[in-house]
């Protein structure tokens, strides 16, 4: 067959329905389940046998390796499932919003991860499970920020409603999340000094650094498997009035 | 312009036929904030502290309970769809609505902080910032609450969501409107955070209506 640049571009195009995403999102999803495995054993080896212990916090510092990657993680993909839902939202693609929705849960997930791995660390580093500190508190309101978007998309029944409807307060998150975090971080050297600081430390050896970004790049990874993984099932759940479902080999048994 | 005034005159009218319905959200005002002493003793010092973060929460929840019933009427009753075909833009229509929510919302609250500030032994100058502080910061929650209260519209236990949705956002209002109130009790210079809060309203006016619209097109669709 013929097949001009143009013609290219139109097959790109054509991967934004779900009938041909589907099978796509099932070829990549093994692959990312790879990388994730591979970047995942280097990283937790280089984090735990190759980057010294800390001169000042000992061999408890360690957990920053999942720490530090699951706080990237939780306003990357807060910022990632924005800009779906404001694709969906201007393009009228219905696999846009289904992205956005997936990657709610990870996100979710990821700043609920960050918070309890940051009280593991705080707790023999500062001598308390929790302080408000700026990033804390700020991390705390990213999940909460999560869940409103969970909540609001689960209680609409209607799913373009519901699409449509998350994808704003999504938006309007994203303007706000600068603004909190700029307030907290004011309120809280009003209110008690920087006393407290996550910054404090050294700058880090570059075994560590190496550790750190091999775990980002996993977690990663795992974020986009994991992701792609759901928005199959809510491909399955949404199309399942369509022939093409109806006639997918894995739902014939 | 004149049917922004009008929505206003409606609401306003709506609100002075059935007042209980905003009785009950200034009386809720009013004892939440007296049961703080009850639960913490009656401490002087200690209630001064506390005075304007509690008198802040307690104006944030208060304008989430007034935000259920902003559009809720409105939409059951058709009004609301109406109101998107009228060739008046939706957005005029809408800031209306938010003016009015906060006429009857937002402002009795300022008017009563003082007396609940007495209360709390808050000295005049301290009275004067709350007051400045709360005239700036209720618009706000009045415009970031109308963009839940439009995406709640409808929704199965729409109240509890809103408050989930909302709160999150009213943070920074809290922070600098509790702040100011809290520098001035001490004796520091409140300007900066009397330009903040004006800041966020500045950007709430520009941002607000036009998303509260969005939403309500998409409730009514």
Known sequence: ?253 | MSAFFAIIRRDLLLVFRRKSEVLTILFFFIIVTSLFPLGIGADSGLLRKIAPGIIWVAALLATILGLSRLFISDYADGTLEQMTLSPTPLVLLVGGKITAHWIVCGLPLVLLAPVIGIQFDLNSETLGTLILALLLGTPILSLIGAIGAALTLGVRGGGVLLSLLVLPLYIPVLIFGAGAVFASSVGLDVSGHFSLLAALLVLSLAFAPWATAASIRIAIE
């Open chain 1, 1 to 253: 067959m013929y097949s001009s640049p143009r013609n290219r571009l139109m097959n790109w195009f054509s991967f934004s329905s779900p009938a041909t995403f589907y099978p796509l999102a099932g070829k990549l999803i093994p692959l990312f389940w790879v990388l994730a495995t591979l970047l995942g054993v280097a990283g937790l080896w280089i984090s735990f046998f190759v980057a010294p212990a800390d001169a000042v916090q000992g061999q408890g510092y360690r957990i920053i390796f999942v720490h530090v990657p699951a706080s990237w993680m939780s306003m990357f993909i807060y910022m990632v499932m924005a800009a779906w839902a404001a694709i969906g939202l201007i393009f009228n693609t219905r696999l846009s919003a289904m992205m956005a929705q997936a990657l709610a849960p990870t996100g979710a997930l990821m700043a609920f991860l960050s918070l309890w791995t940051g009280a593991f660390w705080g707790k023999p580093m500062w001598g308390a499970w929790w302080v408000w500190d700026a990033r804390l508190t700020s991390e705390l309101i990213l999940l909460f920020l999560f869940l409103g978007f969970i909540a609001l998309q689960a209680s609409i029944d209607d799913v373009r409603r519901a699409d449509k409807a998350g994808a704003i307060l999504a938006l309007v998150g994203i303007v706000n999340v600068p603004i909190i975090y700029f307030s907290v971080k004011w309120w809280n050297t009003l209110h008690q000094g920087s006393s407290v600081s996550m910054t404090k430390a050294p700058a880090m050896a570059h075994t560590m650094l190496w550790g750190m970004l091999l775990m980002a790049l996993c977690f990663w990874m795992y974020s986009i498997a994991i992701a792609l993984m759901r928005v199959r099932v809510i491909i399955l759940e949404r199309e399942s009035h369509s022939d093409w479902v109806k006639n997918l080999k894995a739902l014939q048994s």
